[in-house]
Nanobody
Framework: QVQLAESGGGLVLPGGSLRLSCAAS????????MGWFRQAPGKQRELVAS???????QYADSVKGRFTISRDNAKNTVYLQMNNLKAEDTAVYYC????????????????WGQGTQVTVSS
């Protein structure tokens, strides 16, 4: 069973910074994509940023230039550095591991973390 453990959320002032971490654990062979999604109250879950095993990144337009996603493949860990935070960044942030193979040549699976709250407020 693969589990994703998120950390780093909290309350921050507008203009402040936070760094989210997500570590994947369990018996797995490989992880293709890892990323962060967020869901604000009354809104749909949306992609914030993603990164492939080859370090190809993708960002939502609303966070470009402010957020940076990175990954440590040896530790199966993905990070999200969030700078110049705004009130509209307030949401529950979910870690995602995409196209996970539990053994070579096996099927692909998708996993989610439990979510971590990020609140930007003065």
């Amino acid at each position: 069973q693969v589990q994703l453990a998120e950390s780093g959320g909290g309350l921050v002032l507008p203009g402040g910074s936070l760094r989210l971490s997500c570590a994947a654990s369990g018996n797995m062979f490989s992880i293709n994509g890892m990323g962060w999604f967020r869901q604000a109250p009354g809104k749909q879950r949306e992609l914030v940023a993603s990164i492939t095993s080859g370090d190809i990144t993708q960002y939502a337009d609303s966070v470009k230039g402010r957020f940076t996603i990175s990954r440590d493949n040896a530790k199966n860990t993905v990070y999200l550095q969030m700078n110049n935070l705004k009130a509209e960044d307030t949401a529950v942030y979910y870690c995602n591991a995409d196209r996970v193979r539990l053994w070579p040549g096996g099927n692909f699976y998708d996993y989610w973390g439990q979510g971590t709250q990020v609140t930007v407020s003065s």
